[in-house]
């Protein structure tokens, strides 16, 4: 297997991990996806000294290691609070807005509120087709925040979806960038969705 194919695996198999976790944490009797959790770290291990990578596989590896590193924060501290249980899980699921805390450092609970009282929500999207959760999370905000400013709904989700999937494409292809960040923000009473190129 080429180092190419190697890194196609890692990518798919974190995408897979990610989704794993999501069903975890929103069913009491799952098991945590230790087993892929494994594979992961044992690829991100493989090629973390950087002696077998070319400069585009370099950056794409630091790409998914850096992905892996923001999750894996968010993961230990969903876990710590499932554990726990009780009270501040409750409070935690009623403070959570639609879509925070996916691919960013802005993950925390800290920087979660801020962005909750600004009105702010921002997700990351490599292939919409495949985090459809995350796309939803994304329309189900907008349409949210357009309701409550006042402002008359979109479309259906299927097409938000595609117009998501669209744009996605060509902001990868313009800018050679693996991940697009969507923003929804509320400024000044109307609401405006933010897409960029995120590296």
């Not at 944490?25 to 973390?48: G, Q």
């Not at 409070?91 to 807005?97: H, T």
Request: aromatic share 10%; proline share 3%; with cysteine.
């Amino acid at each position: 297997m080429t180092v190419d194919e190697e890194l196609n695996v890692l990518e798919t198999q974190l995408r897979r991990l990610k989704i794993e976790y999501e069903v975890y944490f929103s069913n009491p009797t799952k098991r945590p996806p230790t087993d892929i959790e494994w594979k992961v770290l044992s690829l991100l291990r493989k090629f973390s000294d950087g002696a077998r990578l070319n400069f585009s596989q370099r950056f794409r590896y630091n790409e998914m290691a850096q992905r892996y590193a923001i999750y894996s924060d968010l993961w230990r501290k969903k876990c710590r609070i499932r554990e726990e249980g009780g009270r501040r899980s409750q409070e935690m699921e009623q403070r959570r807005v639609y879509g925070l805390a996916h691919g960013d450092t802005e993950s925390s609970e800290e920087v979660l509120d801020a962005q909750e009282q600004l009105g702010r929500l921002t997700i990351q999207c490599s292939d919409p087709e495949l985090e459809r959760d995350e796309v939803e999370k994304l329309y189900q905000a907008l349409t949210q925040a357009k309701q409550k400013s006042g402002e008359a709904g979109g479309g259906s989700f299927d097409s938000f979806q595609t117009f998501v999937r669209k744009k996605t494409e060509q902001i990868r292809k313009q800018y050679g960038c693996p991940t697009v960040e969507y923003t929804v923000e509320t400024q000044n009473g109307q609401v405006r969705l933010k897409a960029k190129a995120k590296v």
